[in-house]
């Protein structure tokens, strides 16, 4: 097999023809600012406006609720920022997990070094979070809890609707970073009780650089950036009219696809991990079997290094990670994977699959095949597995 399979669709994934020739107007034709006051901007201002309604639809949500953002970083940082300075008279306690991204970890960081406590929570072997440690970390002072709706390294969907249940109980805001499972698993905000959710276009074929921020009618905060009158006064910026005609369209086509692309996915992705598992020795599967998206495997392969793999991978014409691109190049295991309970040495040897509907089993069969020669020239080459045979003779 000679073309790239590409099965890395967590890190990022391609923009789909139709959404592609639906953006280029806004470019070539349609380029004006809609926040002149000319005719010649009508229609931008009128797509932006139906981008809006489309979007909350498909969330159960109110149009004048979404906030077009550069992305999910962005969404999350002004959840979390301006949560925090609009309640800091309440309380200065917030919740969230030990496998968040680090979109989140890293801005709960900033916020620590400002004076806010936060919890973050334990997560059991699959990573889902843990329902009475959270129940027993509400403070008086809990002004948030921020869960994200599905891992981005491990796949495990979190049980979203009993934690804002639990949020809503206690009067706490309830933010989830949804960036990776928006347009993959069906989404009701009012049914599970969130008060905020982040989205980035890019994880469901829509272009880089946008993304939204939902937030409730009656949760008071303010702007994250600075400057003009745009976005209802709440967030500054020329708005990205063909980012945001991009999201739209990526958003209709995943709505139209999702049960059917879900279930070839499922069906793809279950037949890969039964041959993983199956074929090769000494491998987890990291995150729940059946509570996780549609797209996503991840393993552990004892004995090796996730990045040899990665390597060998790539000259075999196959893009897979080892975890989240933020975080690529760093030495360091994953932190999701340490939180489940892998220790190092196991958590080192660690591959993301994500796939797409566009994938085929042939490719599956290519990948594992080719998997399964490299992880055995791979323990041939290793001292631990080495080790490990001669003990167990």
Request: hydrophobic fraction near 35%; charged fraction near 25%; include cysteine.
């Amino acid at each position: 097999m000679n073309k790239t399979i590409y099965m890395d669709n967590a890190a990022t994934t391609r923009v789909l023809p139709e959404v592609f020739e639906e953006m280029k107007p806004y470019f070539l034709e349609q380029y004006g600012n809609p926040s002149s006051v000319y005719s010649f901007v009508n229609d931008a201002k009128k797509v932006v406006d139906q981008a809006r309604v489309t979007i909350s639809d498909f969330i159960n949500a109110k149009p004048q609720e979404i906030y077009f953002t550069a992305g999910g970083s962005e969404s999350d940082n002004w959840a979390l920022k301006a949560t925090a300075e609009a309640y800091a008279n309440k309380g200065k306690h917030i919740i969230t997990s030990k496998i968040e991204h680090h979109a989140i970890l890293h801005t709960c960081e900033y916020l620590e070094r400002r004076g806010f406590e936060v919890t973050y929570l334990d997560v059991d072997e699959n990573g889902i979070v843990d329902l009475e440690q959270l129940k027993a970390s509400i403070r008086p002072d809990t002004i948030l809890i921020s869960i994200m709706t599905a891992n981005n390294e491990i796949g495990t969907i979190e049980p979203i609707k009993e934690i804002g249940a639990i949020a809503k109980g206690h009067g706490i805001l309830f933010h989830t970073d949804a960036v990776q499972a928006y347009g993959h698993i069906a989404i009701d905000v009012d049914e599970a009780n969130i008060d905020m959710l982040s989205v980035s276009g890019h994880k469901f074929n829509g272009p880089k650089g946008i993304g939204f921020l939902y937030i409730r009618t009656g949760v008071k905060i303010g702007s994250f950036i600075h400057g003009g009158a745009q976005e209802r006064k709440r967030r500054a910026g020329t708005l990205n009219v063909p980012g945001i005609v991009g999201i739209k369209k990526a958003t209709e086509i995943a709505r139209d696809t999702l049960k059917e692309r879900s279930e070839y996915e499922t069906k793809l992705r279950d037949y890969a991990i039964d041959r993983i598992l199956n074929e090769i020795p000494f491998t987890r599967l990291n995150g729940d079997r059946k509570k996780r998206l549609p797209n996503n495997m991840n393993f552990c392969f004892r004995f090796i290094e996730g990045e040899s793999m990665l390597i060998l991978l790539d000259q075999k014409g196959v893009c897979a990670s080892s975890g989240s691109a933020c975080t690529s190049g760093s030495l360091d295991p994953s932190h999701v994977l340490l939180a489940i309970g892998l220790p190092h040495e196991i958590a080192h040897g660690s591959i993301r699959l994500t796939i797409s509907e566009e994938n085929t089993k042939e490719e599956i069969d290519f990948v594992i095949d080719n998997l399964k020669q490299i992880i055995e020239r791979l323990r041939a080459m290793s001292p631990l597995y080495a080790d490990y045979v001669a003990k167990h003779k």
